[in-house]
């Protein structure tokens, strides 16, 4: 069974620095050469990354402990100790580094820049040899600084998908299938609660110059926020997204309530949450009564709500589908006028669309790998 691995924790090391060397010069002729031991290397720095094709944290679940290497020793004829190599450790595009055990934010990789790298860690400076220490009246000092020593720290990443709309909805609202519907995701669809398991990642196509991200999570079900079904666990992946997109399934007899139920899962976990702007689609149409029902639904929310779009659709025939796509993209269009940066450019070409996760897969990209190290 596959898991989302969305979170891991690790270990890190920087490395430790070379020690100094205590030498001196010995060369016939020459009986008083006085000292030369060299410097100390410094010790490798721990380094994250981001990596725009990798998709969980899945690697460093399994990989923990992550070392950068130590410094070499320095040597005789004033010879540097060789610097430790650094580690560098991949993640998505995402991804929160906190501490562990005070859950202190360290780092937050949300940049679009193409190389952005953070040096968490630092190594051990590097001791100096004698060579340092001779003096008018030290001529031959028989003593040299230690390296110093590296950090060690254990962290918590967690990773939250970024997007520009997230999905909301009870199960079997219709939300994977809107997603497959617009985008080139392929999420499991089935008649059947919480067949997403794990979120899914689409992209709509607009033009030739603009992408929209749509985040599809499993479905919430009332006490999300407290930890009820998978919607807790997930709920973390909508809270990056700009705006929100509410599918309510009114062939259900809970239809009228089910928005009020959503919102309220939503407030509970985080306020900020619900000050998103939304889209509501009232979906499944082509059933018996779901029209009628659509209209109450619209007139209700418009009661309490009016500034938000309520459109009624059926995914599964293709009714309401075209007005429900203009809104999506004019919606996406407003917030970035009003300095909302896409997030369309952070998904790499050759990235899958759906978040699907598979343990198992080789991918000698995400491994951990020491600069000028082979593969």
Not at 47 to 64: A, E
Not at 358 to 369: R, Y
Request: glycine share 10%; proline share 5%.
């Amino acid at each position: 069974m596959f898991q989302f691995a969305d979170e891991a924790v690790i270990e890190v090391h920087s490395g430790k620095g070379g020690n100094g060397c205590i030498a001196f010069r010995r060369e016939k002729y020459i009986p008083h050469g006085g000292p030369n031991g060299g410097d100390g290397g410094k010790g490798g720095d721990v380094i994250f990354c981001v990596k725009r094709n990798m998709r969980t944290l899945s690697k460093l679940r399994h990989h923990r402990i992550f070392k950068a290497r130590n410094g070499g020793d320095g040597m005789g004829w004033n010879k540097f100790g060789k610097d430790g190599e650094d580690v560098v450790i991949p993640v998505p595009p995402g991804t929160t580094i906190r501490d562990y055990e005070t859950g202190e934010l360290i780092h937050d990789f949300t940049s679009e820049s193409e190389n952005e790298q953070f040096i968490l860690l630092e190594g051990g400076k590097g001791g100096w040899g004698n060579v340092h220490f001779k003096s008018s009246t030290n001529q031959a000092p028989r003593y040299a600084h230690s390296g110093k020593p590296g950090e060690v720290k254990t962290l918590k990443l967690e990773l939250s998908i970024m997007a520009d709309i997230g999905l909301v909805g009870f199960p079997n609202a219709g939300k994977s299938s809107l997603l497959t519907a617009f985008t080139n995701a392929r999420p499991k669809i089935a008649p059947y609660p919480f067949t997403t398991k794990i979120p899914n990642l689409g992209v709509l196509r607009v033009d030739a110059d603009q992408d929209i991200i749509i985040a599809d999570i499993p479905g919430i079900i009332e006490g999300a926020s407290e930890g009820v079904g998978l919607g807790f666990d997930f709920l973390k992946h909508i809270s990056r997204t700009a705006c929100l997109l509410f599918m309510i399934d009114c062939s259900d007899t809970n239809y009228l309530t089910a928005y009020d139920t959503l919102c309220n899962e939503l407030r509970n976990y985080s306020e900020e949450l619900m000050e998103k702007p939304r889209i509501v689609l009232a979906n499944k149409i082509d059933i018996e009564g779901a029209e009628q029902n659509a209209a109450e639904l619209i007139e209700a929310i418009h009661k309490i709500e009016p500034e938000t779009a309520v459109i009624p659709v059926s995914v599964q025939n293709n009714i309401g589908m075209t007005n429900a796509q203009k809104s999506i993209i004019q919606l996406v269009n407003r917030l970035e006028e009003d300095g909302y940066a896409s997030t369309s450019e952070i998904v790499a070409n050759n990235t899958t669309p759906s978040f699907m996760n598979n343990d198992n897969f080789d991918d000698d990209d995400d491994m951990i790998q020491y600069p000028g190290s082979e593969k």
